[in-house]
């Protein structure tokens, strides 16, 4: 009790913060507006400046109330918890994978996804492979894995046609849409169902007018790769997805209006409302967008949920992301104007509000436009944009713009700040602003392609041309910045200080720009998952090992080993990894093995999934994804540049190391006298002893003979020596037994000096690389 007595303080103390921070943006923002309109007009300097200044207004006006209607929404949030329901009523649910062009192998793992999916009777959830590409591979994967194959003549209708189409041929109540590459976790049905079932139980006991209606539920699209800005800005540890912020915050904020947006997968749906609203809307290229308005404006209820229950591929490479970002915004501006959004009394005011702020969002790219070039106008052309002094400045704009800053990443809950939101936009701007114009004047794309989802390509994605317009206009900014700084030591006033601080907010975000163009060499054939998973490790020295892994792709594991162990390269192990609903047998090779912070990493390449490809994959992907869900890591701008002008200038390094290497301090037998160590890897050993044979026997214990051949020089007077008769101690239980009780041995011993020796953070970074492991190029593994 009292511990719910706290929560409940807690949670009126951050309501009231919240609603604080919200009110108090909202009347500095109106201070700025009227100040904007009424005092800082440059009506008297030309028709340049008129046009330059209005439209910078404009766009800051209706900007400004794009943002107050997100912190509406986002300063009370209403959260729908999952109903308790009676299994026994839960319905027959179809599942629709919609399908065009998409690769087999990526089908394969969301239809794998959805016949793990719990279910009280699973008889009851029909899976259909929505084929509009009619592709004989495709019918053969839906066979091979028991689900039903859905194609038609044509495309007629595009997306939204497929979904009708199929919806001709079945028949449960809940229809669940998912995109080709979206794995559904096993949880997704019964975190979904419920809603609808308690709206039956509900509607029971109210009368007609007063039924609750279920439209859809809207689960987030989250996705297991790095997004681009995530990947080719070197972030993909510090920052959140980009469709965080929409898929988490603001569709849920969006609950205690109706206005939640119909993503067109991840979703739940009615089959009675789709059936009452004519199908799927298949007069927009966004059918999703405009079939979830249609079903608002029928008063369907419509619900979003923060829970991750299914998570795909994000586009991987520049063009793709523009074109789908392209036909995103053609299509919600599109729809917009064939739904009559602000004028259609079927929808409330709250409803308007939100769907308008969802269209003038895709103007974007004008607003970006106006933002950058204003201060380019004044310091570099000589127009006048905004008439005003440093002194009104800093009473009018400061306080909004620091307010609207706090109010941003507070309501956001971390996952957004205008910085990440001006790099954003600032990206995509010269490549979708004449499209968006385009549709504004109602010049519209009948056909579009659809966005490719393929596994992360292995080539440089380099995109030289796209970096053209961020190369003309940082050159501007510089110009600026100089000019401006000129003006300040020239006038002897800081009032030019203002267009200096926006020109370099401008140059950091096209600098960012720059850096998203240059792209970055993807070395990875899937995408890895740092996760724990229980692991037992069968190896012919040491039988089977348990322990753990720390991450895992489609194509390797990567165990954590408490102690160095003797591996052959050359040796299939077996890997058995289980969690409490999977149970995956594997075979694989050792690849690279690394020390790290208490112990050793020992990565393997998958060789065979024998009969565990399935359950494997569901290790893999049914989880919510590992990458980065807030803003906690980030750092300063200053940092963002840095790191990324360090990490396209360093060489690419790779210690291809399947040994672990064993740094040491020893002096030991021999039948040439005293040989130091100076480390030791199974196969090969280190030594700084001079004047040595090119063939000795190495004695660590008694029983134990290591036949050592040189090999070659290394640094600082050191020689590198092989086992020649390693195959024989690996294969002999006894010796392997001696091998292993000196090295534990020699560590307890280090352990106990604290010598570096043992393994740390830094040892397989730093150490040099003097026991035979590749470097350079494509040495690595590519997990």
Request: hydrophobic share 40%; glycine share 6%; proline share 4%.
């Amino acid at each position: 009790m009292i511990a719910e007595k706290q929560m409940n303080a807690t949670s009126r103390s951050q309501a009231f913060r919240y609603r604080s921070w919200m009110i108090l943006t909202m009347v500095l923002n109106a201070i700025y507006l009227y100040w904007r309109v009424r005092y800082t007009l440059p009506i008297e300097y030309g028709v340049i400046s008129i046009i330059a200044g209005v439209s910078l207004l404009v766009v800051e006006f209706l900007g400004a109330l794009e943002s107050l209607v997100h912190y509406f929404n986002m300063h009370r949030i209403e959260n729908h918890p999952v109903p308790e329901v009676p299994l026994h009523l839960f319905p027959d649910v179809d599942i629709f994978i919609a399908t065009y062009t998409e690769p087999i192998d990526l089908l394969y793992k969301t239809i794998n996804g959805c016949k793990y999916l719990d279910y009280p009777d699973k008889s009851k959830v029909h899976i259909h492979l929505c084929d509009d590409g009619r592709r004989p591979e495709a019918r053969q994967l839906a066979m091979e894995m028991g689900i039903n194959y859905i194609c038609r003549e044509d495309n007629k209708g595009a997306k939204a046609g497929n979904l009708n189409n199929a919806m001709s041929v079945t028949s449960a109540p809940l229809i669940v849409t998912l995109d080709a590459d979206m794995i559904p976790q096993h949880s997704f049905l019964m975190s979904c169902v419920p809603y609808f079932v308690d709206a039956d139980l509900q509607n029971a006991s109210r009368e007609d007018g007063k039924k609750l209606r279920m439209g859809f539920v809207q689960t987030p699209q989250s996705f297991y790769n790095p997004d681009l800005f995530q990947f080719f800005l070197y972030s993909e540890n510090r920052i959140p997805n980009e469709q965080d912020y929409f898929y988490k915050d603001v569709q849920v904020s969006r609950n205690r209006s109706n206005s939640v947006i119909y993503g067109g997968s991840n979703t739940m749906l009615s089959r009675a409302a789709i059936e009452d609203i004519g199908g799927f809307f298949e007069g927009a290229i966004t059918e999703d967008f405009a079939t979830g308005i249609l079903l608002q404006k029928k008063g369907y209820v419509c619900y979003a949920i923060n829970e991750v229950l299914a998570s795909g591929l994000s586009p991987t490479d520049l063009p793709n992301l523009i074109q789908q970002r392209i036909r995103w915004a053609r299509g919600c501006i599109q729809t917009g104007r064939k739904m009559h959004i602000i004028f259609s009394p079927e929808l409330s005011f709250g409803q308007k509000a939100n769907y308008w702020a969802s269209v003038w969002y895709w103007y974007a790219p004008l607003k970006r436009l106006s933002y950058i070039m204003s201060p380019i106008l004044f310091a570099v052309f000589g127009f006048m944009v905004i008439k005003c002094t440093l002194l009104e400045v800093l009473i009018f704009w400061l306080p909004m713009y620091i307010s609207s800053n706090i109010t941003l990443r507070m309501l956001s809950r971390g996952i957004r700040t205008t910085k990440w939101t001006s790099i954003y936009e600032t990206v995509l701007f010269p490549f979708m602003l004449f499209p968006v114009l385009a549709e504004f004047f109602g010049i519209s794309l009948k056909k579009f392609r659809v966005t490719k989802k393929e596994r992360v390509r292995s080539e440089k994605a380099t995109t030289v041309l796209y970096a053209i317009p961020f190369v003309l206009l940082a050159v501007l900014s510089v110009i600026g910045i100089i000019n401006c700084t000129a003006m300040i030591f020239q006038s002897g006033t800081v009032s030019p200080i203002v267009v200096l601080f926006w020109l370099s907010v401008n140059l950091f975000n096209l600098v960012m720009a720059l850096f998203f163009t240059l792209g970055r060499n993807f070395y990875r054939m899937s995408e890895r998952v740092a996760a724990v998973v229980e692991c037992r490790l069968g190896t012919n020295a040491h039988g089977v090992i348990h322990c753990e892994t720390t991450d895992f792709s489609e194509t390797g594991v990567a165990l954590f080993l408490k102690k160095p162990t003797d591996i052959d390269e050359n040796e299939t192990v077996n890997l058995h990894l289980l969690t409490d609903r999977y149970s995956a047998k594997l075979k694989g090779r050792i690849v690279h093995v690394s020390a790290i912070p208490g112990g050793w990493k020992y990565a393997f390449l998958i060789t065979d999934y024998g009969d565990s490809k399935s359950q494997y994959l569901q290790i893999v992907y049914d989880r919510v994804p590992t990458l980065p869900t807030d803003l906690k890591k980030a750092q300063g701008s200053y940092n963002d540049i840095r790191r990324n002008i360090t990490r396209r200038t360093q060489g690419v390094f790779y210690q291809n190391r399947r040994y672990p290497r064993i740094n040491m301090d020893e002096t030991i037998h021999s039948d040439y006298g005293p040989v130091h160590l100076i480390n030791f890897n199974y196969k090969y050993v280190v030594t700084d002893s001079p004047d040595l044979p090119n063939e000795l026997y190495l004695h660590p214990v008694e029983g134990l003979a290591l036949l050592c051949r040189y090999e070659r020089d290394v640094q600082d007077g050191k020689k590198l020596y092989a086992v020649a008769n390693y195959d024989d101690i690996h294969n002999n239980a006894e010796a392997s037994r001696l091998l292993r009780e000196w090295v534990d041995q020699i560590l307890r011993k280090e352990s106990v000096l604290g010598n570096k020796s043992m393994p740390s953070a830094r040892s397989s970074d730093l150490a040099l690389n003097i026991l035979g492991a590749p470097q350079g190029q494509g040495g690595g593994l590519k997990q």
